[in-house]
């Protein structure tokens, strides 16, 4: 069937889209689905200067606002860096963030994106 115009998604958009689904998968507990709420996280928004969380992301995919797939991996990093910042090493949100950065990158590898190059054709 043909696309509509609003349906057909830009390449870069529908692979983005597709890896953040990949990424959300490492995060079960959902500690990164969402912005950091401060009164969950005592003086968050003064500690962290540039909050990111997924749905953040979505948002910005749906947008457009990313313009290559490396401000996507940068994003990505920063909500990771971010949990490990504002929380100290041992902790659950520190030790997620440390696990989800490691397994995303492995996930974000020219190796891992090459067969889905095709998708930015
Ligand atoms: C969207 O953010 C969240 C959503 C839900 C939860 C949550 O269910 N926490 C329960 C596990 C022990 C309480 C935690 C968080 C959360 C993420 C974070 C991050 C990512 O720093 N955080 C830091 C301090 C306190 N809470 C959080």
């Known amino acids: 069937c043909v696309l509509k115009a609003s349906q057909k998604r830009r390449p ?7 890896l ?3 990424l959300e998968k490492r995060d079960p507990n959902q500690f990164f689905a969402w912005p950091v ?18 749905s953040t992301m979505k948002q ?6 990313y313009k290559s797939l490396n401000c996507f991996i940068s994003d990505f990093k920063l909500m990771c ?3 490990m910042k504002y929380n100290k090493p041992g902790t659950v949100y520190h030790k997620a963030a440390r696990r989800l950065l490691h397994a995303g990158l492995k996930q974000l ?9 095709n998708m930015l054709t």
């Open 109 to 117: 590898t020219p190796q891992k994106l090459r067969p889905l190059g």
């Open 60 to 65: 910005k995919i749906d947008d457009n606002e």
């Open 81 to 83: 860096n971010n949990a």
């Open 37 to 54: 709420n401060d009164n969950f996280a005592p003086g968050y928004s003064d500690i962290i200067r540039r909050p990111m969380d997924f």
């Open 12 to 18: 870069l958009s529908r692979l983005l889209e597709q």
């Open 20 to 22: 953040l689904r990949n």
